[in-house]
């Protein structure tokens, strides 16, 4: 074994590193929860990866990996994160939970309006009543179907309750429910999406 050691090259040596880099920048993803650092973690894996490619003598896989991987996709994470500006919810409950004594100071909007100052976004409460006429049991629909992010309504099986209904592929809604250990009366339901023809 000994000898096997001594006897790699610096570009064996080079590319053992390398892997085992590829291994840690991969574990650093999937633990690290800000975006920003994720996407230059991406970024990273990908030139690590280009390297490897060249060690392999593989130019051109090298080139298209370093295009892709290290520009053109955590330039789409940027731009599809930088869009995301406005927290949508459709209020159901219609009743003090947000709006008190006609001034948004309710248990839920201060919830709400912690969570956005947390992600920089701006909350847009709504109430319309159009869309709040849709049954709860078409809440999964509305969501997939409109650009409301959130509807809130009051909890059937809890009295004094409140349901806060999200897509569960909505990120976003991972930090909402852990901040939603400090409220008893509040819980949260994440609907997977599905096929709308379902």
């Known amino acids: 074994m000994v000898d096997y050691i001594l006897n790699l090259t610096l570009i064996e040596i080079t590319a053992y590193a390398l892997q085992f880099l590829l291994i840690f920048i ?13 996407i230059i973690l991406i970024a990273s894996f990908s030139l690590v990866t280009a390297s490897l490619y ?63 100052d947390f992600y920089h976004l701006e909350i847009n409460i709504t109430n319309d009543p159009m869309l709040g006429k849709v049954e709860s049991g078409r809440d999964q629909v509305l969501l997939e179907e409109t650009n409301v992010d959130l509807i809130v309504t009051k ?5 004094g309750g409140y349901l806060l209904k999200g897509k569960a592929s909505s990120l976003l809604l991972n ?19 599905r096929d709308i023809g379902e």
């Open 175 to 193: 930090k909402l429910e852990t901040m939603l250990d400090d409220y008893d009366n509040v819980r949260m339901i994440k609907y997977k999406d």
């Open 155 to 159: 909890d059937p099986d809890h009295e």
């Open 54 to 116: 060249i060690i392999n003598n593989a130019p051109d896989v090298a080139i298209a990996e370093v295009a892709i991987g290290s520009a053109i996709i955590p330039l789409i994470y940027v731009i599809s994160i930088s869009r995301q500006r406005e927290f949508i919810v459709l209020d159901k409950a219609m009743d003090d939970f947000i709006i008190s004594d006609n001034q948004m100071t309710g248990i839920g909007f201060i919830l709400l309006k912690r969570f956005s």
């Open 26 to 38: 991969a574990v650093a993803i999937v633990v690290h929860k800000n975006n920003g650092t994720i």
